[in-house]
């Protein structure tokens, strides 16, 4: 056999060999990259869903919280009887409809079991009262469970025989001054446009669900698999998350993710993931837990979808074409136009692999190799570039939701949210310093007939006014903001009684100058309350409402202090 046979044989054993050795090297790369590539996908995918969702609740969420603590449905609920109480608690429910997102709202009492309920089209505008809640009837089961479980908030899908409308009920508790439960209220959002906003968004390769804090299935683009009325059904009957998966071993997988998320106390970005087999194709399943709302957030990618292996091919094709040159080429070429750029592109991909996008020199000979160094060094610039915007997009969202849940949209003042957060400021410092703050607590006199006389855009015109006047009234570190409603809150800090009493009929004088001058004058009523230390919110928030309402019942346009020895000042 001839040297030059023998080393044709060579080759081609050579060739072989190495091309086998890289079809496998290739596949357990590829494999490896997509995965890498699918977790960081998928955690990217959960939390931009979970921020997706929260979005949409959070504000009725919080307008929900705030109609369950509104001291005009609290003392109705406690004697429905009272005809008075009724026509403020209805005034007081659709003013709350007015702002829910869907336009509707439900109130249910616990004393006489009845529901009121009013839609987007005021179909019920003087018939509030729709029926009356039975513990008996399986329907009706949901408001008891909740009662019996004592929980203030919950997420509800369920579909309302009675009204004949299938929606995302928002159910919180009203509780009276003693904590005890009195009734229920909340919102709904319809059941097809929530699924189609939030989860059905007809992205290839990627599904999204969501389930509560036992698995059971809420929000699914197949609504077939939804578990209605969750809250009435015992264990073993629910359409848990497992239904989505044929095999075992991959239901107790996705349900260790949610136990695992359930120990880590709803830690802040935790996400869970694994792979999983879904109608038969291998899918990246990644978990996140929704501590604001008790779900749980799962998003099941397909990863040959989004990133098909034959992707990749090129690459390999690359490889096999360099590497038989290598055989052909002497040491020397091999070395410079060969290793050498292949061992710098190595260093590139173990500093991308780490996050690292700081790359070495990379030489670029005039091959494919060198082709291929230029590839990666776009991929890495347009990966980079992909990722810090991708981050300035989550810091930018980030900052503008926390500032949506803090600040109220009509008048730019702090919402009920952020001054509940100054007043808790202002109380522990209150007990550090030993000192006292004020609080005051104004609204319009006669709003609701000004709405009903000129219409909401004059209303909230008013309020923007009023928001206005008190930022011009009190000190640059003081705390003004919108309670709710034709409701503001003031806190003032530092202060003491006589300067309470001077910013609040300042305010009060101010607001009612000012108004003549828009050609519709109004007037306030003001409340003031001058904490001490050791008041707890409750005490704070009941003796500013009591003034307030002491300043109302003498008259309006009045200014009422309550002290902390109970005691009130009345001025003009």
């Given at each position: 056999?001839?040297?030059?046979?023998?080393?044709?044989?060579?080759?081609?054993?050579?060739?072989?060999?190495?091309?086998?050795?890289?079809?496998?090297?290739?596949?357990?790369?590829?494999?490896?990259?997509?995965?890498?590539?699918?977790?960081?996908?998928?955690?990217?995918?959960?939390?931009?869903?979970?921020?997706?969702?929260?979005?949409?609740?959070?504000?009725?969420?919080?307008?929900?919280?705030?109609?369950?603590?509104?001291?005009?449905?609290?003392?109705?609920?406690?004697?429905?009887?009272?005809?008075?109480?009724?026509?403020?608690?209805?005034?007081?429910?659709?003013?709350?409809?007015?702002?829910?997102?869907?336009?509707?709202?439900?109130?249910?009492?616990?004393?006489?079991?009845?529901?009121?309920?009013?839609?987007?089209?005021?179909?019920?505008?003087?018939?509030?009262?729709?029926?009356?809640?039975?513990?008996?009837?399986?329907?009706?089961?949901?408001?008891?469970?909740?009662?019996?479980?004592?929980?203030?908030?919950?997420?509800?899908?369920?579909?309302?025989?009675?009204?004949?409308?299938?929606?995302?009920?928002?159910?919180?508790?009203?509780?009276?001054?003693?904590?005890?439960?009195?009734?229920?209220?909340?919102?709904?959002?319809?059941?097809?446009?929530?699924?189609?906003?939030?989860?059905?968004?007809?992205?290839?390769?990627?599904?999204?669900?969501?389930?509560?804090?036992?698995?059971?299935?809420?929000?699914?683009?197949?609504?077939?698999?939804?578990?209605?009325?969750?809250?009435?059904?015992?264990?073993?009957?629910?359409?848990?998350?497992?239904?989505?998966?044929?095999?075992?071993?991959?239901?107790?997988?996705?349900?260790?993710?949610?136990?695992?998320?359930?120990?880590?106390?709803?830690?802040?970005?935790?996400?869970?993931?694994?792979?999983?087999?879904?109608?038969?194709?291998?899918?990246?399943?990644?978990?996140?837990?929704?501590?604001?709302?008790?779900?749980?957030?799962?998003?099941?990618?397909?990863?040959?979808?989004?990133?098909?292996?034959?992707?990749?091919?090129?690459?390999?094709?690359?490889?096999?074409?360099?590497?038989?040159?290598?055989?052909?080429?002497?040491?020397?070429?091999?070395?410079?136009?060969?290793?050498?750029?292949?061992?710098?592109?190595?260093?590139?991909?173990?500093?991308?692999?780490?996050?690292?996008?700081?790359?070495?020199?990379?030489?670029?000979?005039?091959?494919?190799?060198?082709?291929?160094?230029?590839?990666?060094?776009?991929?890495?610039?347009?990966?980079?570039?992909?990722?810090?915007?991708?981050?300035?997009?989550?810091?930018?969202?980030?900052?503008?939701?926390?500032?949506?849940?803090?600040?109220?949209?009509?008048?730019?003042?702090?919402?009920?949210?952020?001054?509940?957060?100054?007043?808790?400021?202002?109380?522990?410092?209150?007990?550090?310093?030993?000192?006292g703050f004020g609080l005051i607590w104004l609204d319009i006199d006669y709003f609701k007939a000004i709405n009903d006389s000129r219409g909401h855009q004059a209303g909230d015109e008013i309020l923007r006014n009023v928001a206005q006047w008190l930022k011009t009234s009190v000190r640059p570190y003081d705390h003004p903001g919108?309670?709710?409603?034709?409701?503001?809150?003031?806190?003032?800090?530092?202060?003491?009684?006589?300067?309470?009493?001077?910013?609040?009929?300042?305010?009060?004088?101010?607001?009612?100058?000012?108004?003549?001058?828009?050609?519709?004058?109004?007037?306030?009523?003001?409340?003031?309350?001058?904490?001490?230390?050791?008041?707890?919110?409750?005490?704070?928030?009941?003796?500013?409402?009591?003034?307030?309402?002491?300043?109302?019942?003498?008259?309006r346009n009045r200014v009422c202090i309550r002290t902390a020895d109970g005691e009130a000042v009345h001025t003009a």
């Open positions: 056999m001839s040297l030059k046979t023998r080393i044709l044989s060579l080759v081609a054993v050579l060739i072989v060999i190495s091309a086998s050795a890289s079809w496998l090297a290739y596949r357990e790369l590829s494999e490896d990259i997509i995965e890498r590539w699918g977790q960081q996908v998928a955690e990217i995918q959960v939390r931009y869903d979970s921020a997706r969702l929260l979005q949409s609740l959070e504000r009725e969420i919080g307008l929900a919280r705030q109609m369950s603590q509104s001291s005009a449905l609290i003392q109705w609920a406690k004697n429905p009887d009272d005809s008075g109480l009724t026509t403020e608690a209805v005034r007081q429910m659709e003013s709350f409809r007015t702002n829910f997102r869907d336009n509707s709202y439900f109130v249910a009492l616990r004393s006489n079991g009845h529901y009121y309920y009013n839609n987007a089209e005021n179909e019920f505008a003087d018939n509030q009262f729709r029926y009356v809640l039975d513990s008996e009837k399986p329907e009706d089961a949901w408001f008891f469970q909740l009662i019996e479980e004592g929980r203030d908030f919950h997420l509800n899908v369920n579909p309302d025989e009675e009204l004949g409308v299938t929606k995302l009920w928002i159910d919180m508790l009203m509780r009276d001054e003693d904590g005890h439960i009195i009734g229920m209220v909340g919102s709904g959002l319809k059941l097809d446009d929530f699924l189609q906003d939030i989860v059905d968004i007809n992205q290839e390769g990627i599904t999204t669900l969501f389930v509560d804090y036992n698995g059971a299935i809420q929000l699914y683009r197949d609504r077939n698999y939804i578990d209605f009325a969750s809250i009435i059904k015992p264990e073993g009957q629910k359409n848990t998350v497992a239904l989505l998966f044929d095999e075992t071993p991959d239901k107790q997988k996705i349900l260790g993710m949610l136990q695992m998320l359930k120990k880590r106390n709803g830690e802040e970005g935790a996400v869970e993931s694994g792979f999983v087999m879904v109608d038969g194709k291998k899918h990246l399943a990644g978990v996140a837990f929704l501590p604001a709302i008790g779900w749980f957030e799962i998003t099941l990618l397909d990863l040959n979808a989004l990133l098909p292996t034959s992707y990749l091919w090129p690459l390999i094709a690359v490889f096999l074409v360099s590497l038989l040159v290598t055989l052909i080429l002497f040491h020397l070429i091999i070395q410079s136009r060969i290793l050498k750029p292949v061992l710098s592109l190595e260093q590139g991909v173990q500093r991308l692999r780490d996050g690292r996008f700081d790359l070495p020199y990379l030489p670029k000979p005039d091959n494919e190799i060198g082709r291929l160094v230029d590839h990666f060094e776009k991929m890495t610039t347009a990966l980079r570039d992909t990722t810090h915007d991708l981050e300035n997009k989550v810091a930018q969202r980030t900052e503008e939701l926390h500032k949506l849940a803090r600040i109220d949209a009509l008048t730019g003042l702090k919402n009920r949210r952020g001054l509940d957060e100054v007043i808790a400021t202002s109380i522990q410092k209150s007990q550090r310093e030993n000192k919108r309670w709710g409603g034709d409701e503001f809150v003031v806190l003032l800090s530092p202060c003491d009684q006589i300067t309470l009493e001077q910013i609040a009929c300042r305010i009060r004088a101010s607001v009612e100058q000012e108004s003549k001058y828009t050609g519709s004058p109004f007037t306030i009523s003001v409340g003031g309350y001058f904490c001490k230390p050791g008041d707890s919110l409750d005490t704070i928030l009941r003796n500013a409402d009591q003034a307030l309402y002491e300043a109302k019942h003498s008259g």
